[in-house]
Nanobody, 123 residues
Framework: VQLQASGGGLVQAGGSLRLSCAAS????????MGWFRQAPGKEREFVAA????????YYLDSVKGRFTISRDNAKSTVYLQMNSLKREDTAVYYC?????????????????WGQGTQVTVSS
């Protein structure tokens, strides 16, 4: 499956962005979808994941209540709505697809990755 992330940009602290990730090539609903991020000099970290039909969602503790992951299987797209952004949210954000719904916070569990989109939060 090919993944194309978009929607990043420069935003002031407290602002909002919505990231999108469009998938092609395979049946989108067959994959659990996740968002990860990587700041300069840091390891890639889990941000959020959503189950095959969107029933279950999972979040990094520091983004709970601020970020919302959702998916539209008819459009083969997963979204990450980010509100109340903080400077520490600055990173390159990646979407990823996993065939199996297990250990979804683990980078190694994902089979396909998008190219990343930069999110920069200024004070």
């Amino acid at each position: 499956v090919q993944l194309q992330a978009s929607g990043g940009g420069l935003v002031q602290a407290g602002g909002s962005l919505r990231l999108s990730c469009a998938a092609s090539g395979h049946t989108f609903s067959s994959y659990v979808m996740g968002w990860f991020r990587q700041a300069p000099g840091k390891e890639r970290e889990f941000v959020a994941a959503i189950s095959f039909r969107g029933v279950n969602t999972y979040y990094l503790d520091s983004v709970k209540g601020r970020f919302t992951i959702s998916r539209d299987n008819a459009k083969s797209t997963v979204y990450l709505q980010m509100n109340s952004l903080k400077r520490e949210d600055t990173a390159v954000y990646y979407c990823a697809a996993a065939r199996q719904a297990a250990y979804l916070r683990d980078v190694d569990r994902y089979d396909y990755w998008g190219q990343g989109t930069q999110v920069t939060v200024s004070s």
